[in-house]
């Protein structure tokens, strides 16, 4: 069974019970987390938002007909809640505040973590001149970890376009980190 068939079920037992949601929070919580704290940059927001989107999900689930993934209208409703956040508050997310945390290697030598956060620094510098619509797919794409298939149905998009556009994305950005480096 795949992803899609087991969510369908899972979907499906939520409908008829809300106490199963359970297991899709479980599943889906730490790419919408982790998608949110890429685009606001605070902790507390991103838990804040993350319980918002979860809280509507599941106000809403009867009205989820299965068209298209779980995950792309998961994600749907996370991007509206990312929207109505900044427009509430009318400012920028810090990218270099949003690094993750806790994956670094313990004990490394402090060379590493120079090396680790000039890489970071710069990244966190070149996604933020891409284009709003270029950093939202990539954080689709690489923060959740959505299939492009799931990022397609959440922007609305083909799959062979949120492909291609992810391409042109990751291929830009990578200029624009080798011109810095060497400027």
């Known amino acids: 069974m795949d992803s899609a068939d087991d969510d369908a079920h899972l979907v499906a037992a939520a409908q008829r019970r809300p106490a199963r949601f359970a297991a899709l929070y479980d599943k889906y919580f730490p790419q919408v987390y982790r998608y949110i704290a890429y685009r606001v940059g605070s902790q507390q927001d991103a838990e804040d938002l993350t319980s918002q989107v979860f ?3 599941l106000d809403r689930l009867d009205g989820y007909r299965g068209q298209g993934t779980f995950a792309a209208w998961l994600f749907a409703i996370a991007r509206h809640k990312v929207v109505d956040h900044y427009r509430q508050r009318g400012d920028v997310v810090s990218l270099e505040s949003s690094s993750a945390q806790g994956l670094e290697a313990p004990g490394a030598a402090p060379e590493y973590w120079a090396v680790r956060n000039e890489q970071r620094r710069l990244l966190a510098w070149a996604l933020q001149t891409l284009a709003p ?3 939202e797919l990539l954080a689709l794409r690489f923060f959740a970890g959505l299939k492009y298939g799931q990022v397609a149905q959440a922007l609305g998009k083909s799959e062979a376009a949120v492909k291609m556009m992810v391409y042109r994305a990751l ?3 990578r200029a624009r980190m080798l011109a ?3 400027g």
Request: a negative charge; zero cysteines.
């Open 171 to 173: 291929d830009e950005l």
């Open 133 to 135: 619509e270029k950093q």
């Open 55 to 57: 809280t509507e999900a």
């Open 180 to 182: 810095a480096e060497e």
